[in-house]
């Protein structure tokens, strides 16, 4: 069994924890990280203090193989992830001579002001990230790699960084669901299955549709063969029951 | 100044960690405890693993004034929530007597099985938080509430115990916008509006709309005065600017 290089990932803005703004990266990240075969083991979100970043950054880049972080890499007062990431590694920050040359000349004369400066400076020896919809890049420095919060920045930034990033054999996903199903009849046979296949990861995740309630049953693992025969028996299980699997996810809601 | 207890939130669960699930707790949990003066301070999304959950609930438990959790507090064998919760407290697992009696009244005679009986099997001196969804109440012990992770009956079980909760004064939020702001034209005039208000927390957003690009400035503290204050000084930075402040969020997208 080969084993997966892990990934956490650190969601850095007040704006998320105030409520204001509805969290889109952990789902798109967690999606590609599996495909890649680099599983997100965990994700914090925390707010803009250095402390508090500094301190998170260097706990999570000692247990993980990759830290992903998102927000806090503009130009205002409240972007302060480059300088907390400079702190962390002990390095300085400084104007970054590519990223600044790269931004400079995006700019009409006297516009390349304090701010937009701002981002042009990092931690001494980041690699530059660079995406397809805006001029500022973000960066790599060993294994944190820092990325803007703007959803679609940041998801260009991930697609320039992945080819980059050697990862273990992808996740794959196999499920079964059902209609009328309910998990307290279930469990038992479904807890026998994961018993019998440790490698692999069983899930049980109730739905509420107009079209009608059930249970869906979700097997994740590295080994496509394991997989399926895990959901084999998932579905002979639901049979016993009286009720029809149907394979795959449910319909979106 | 009023100090305001602080809130983590640890979201338990693989479905989020893998993308298969889009979490939408986060948004509603922030944005409720900021209306009750809890403000959120830290999220962590965490996978179903007993040493994870256990050590990341002592950890946060003595750092925050109030942890809650989603997620983990079904029937099925990846349902350990409770489990892990009472070997953090150092407390026996052991059937709730008033969860027990609540549960067994509502199932079918030999329907109440094994798998069912772990929703009623709680840390030992768990206060139980009841819902208006389904029978299989969550829990608080110390300063930890237990929840489900499904967001209706998430959002049910937080209104039951929402009124039991000591808060501070509510977070309020002032906010102006502008169309073809950019951020790095408003970052100098800005970070002296934070400078003078070190009390409030003022962040600046950039919106993509089908209806125009723009910047969202946003004020929050306990003081509405203050925060009008804020917001009118960043309302003068904009028509300096030679742009037209509009009061409010920008309509969502």
Same mark, same amino acid.
């Not at 199903?181 to 296949?197: D, K, N, P, S």
């Not at 025969?229 to 449910?250: D, S, Y």
């Given at each position: 069994?080969? @084993?997966?290089?892990? /990934? $956490? !990932?650190?969601?850095?803005?007040?704006?998320?924890?105030?409520?204001?703004?509805?969290?889109? =990266?952990?789902?798109?990240?967690?999606?590609?990280?599996?495909?890649?075969?680099?599983?997100?083991?965990?994700?914090?979100?925390?707010?803009?203090?250095?402390?508090?970043?500094?301190?998170?950054?260097?706990? $999570?880049?000692?247990?993980?193989?990759? +830290?992903?972080?998102?927000?806090?890499?503009?130009?205002?007062?409240?972007?302060?992830?480059?300088? $907390?990431?400079?702190?962390?590694?002990?390095?300085?920050?400084? %104007?970054?001579?590519?990223?600044?040359?790269?931004?400079? &000349?995006?700019? &009409?004369?006297?516009?390349?002001?304090?701010?937009?400066?701002?981002?042009?400076?990092?931690?001494?020896?980041?690699? !530059?990230? !660079?995406?397809?919809?805006?001029?500022?890049?973000?960066?790599?420095?060993? =294994? +944190?790699?820092?990325?803007?919060?703007?959803?679609?920045?940041?998801?260009?930034?991930?697609?320039?960084?992945?080819?980059?990033?050697?990862?273990?054999?992808? *996740?794959?996903?196999?499920? +079964?669901?059902?209609?009328?199903?309910?998990?307290?009849?279930?469990?038992?046979?479904?807890?026998?299955?994961? #018993?019998?296949?440790?490698?692999?990861?069983?899930?049980?995740? %109730?739905?509420?549709? /107009? #079209?009608? =309630?059930?249970?869906?049953?979700?097997? @994740?693992?590295?080994?496509?063969?394991?997989?399926?025969?895990? +959901?084999? &028996?998932?579905?002979?299980?639901? *049979?016993?029951?009286? !009720?029809?699997?149907?394979?795959?996810? %449910?319909?979106?809601?």
């Amino acid at each position: 069994m080969t @084993k997966n290089p892990i /990934a $956490c !990932l650190l969601v850095i803005g007040n704006e998320v924890l105030s409520g204001r703004t509805q969290d889109l =990266n952990v789902k798109f990240l967690a999606t590609r990280l599996g495909e890649i075969g680099i599983p997100l083991r965990e994700v914090r979100i925390i707010p803009d203090v250095p402390a508090t970043i500094i301190a998170t950054v260097n706990e $999570c880049r000692a247990s993980f193989d990759h +830290v992903f972080t998102t927000g806090g890499i503009g130009p205002t007062h409240d972007d302060i992830t480059a300088e $907390c990431i400079s702190a962390a590694f002990g390095v300085p920050w400084e %104007p970054h001579p590519e990223a600044w040359a790269l931004m400079e &000349k995006s700019y &009409k004369p006297g516009e390349f002001n304090a701010a937009r400066q701002r981002m042009a400076t990092m931690p001494r020896g980041a690699s !530059l990230i !660079l995406n397809s919809i805006s001029v500022a890049p973000g960066f790599s420095i060993g =294994n +944190v790699h820092v990325m803007a919060g703007v959803p679609r920045i940041m998801q260009s930034m991930f697609e320039h960084l992945a080819p980059t990033l050697a990862g273990g054999p992808p *996740i794959i996903s196999r499920a +079964v669901h059902a209609l009328a199903l309910l998990e307290g009849r279930i469990a038992a046979g479904l807890g026998a299955v994961q #018993t019998e296949y440790p490698e692999l990861d069983v899930g049980s995740y %109730p739905f509420y549709r /107009a #079209t009608g =309630n059930g249970v869906a049953l979700v097997v @994740k693992g590295t080994d496509a063969t394991m997989a399926e025969e895990a +959901v084999a &028996k998932i579905t002979a299980l639901i *049979i016993e029951l009286g !009720l029809e699997p149907i394979q795959g996810e %449910p319909p979106a809601a």
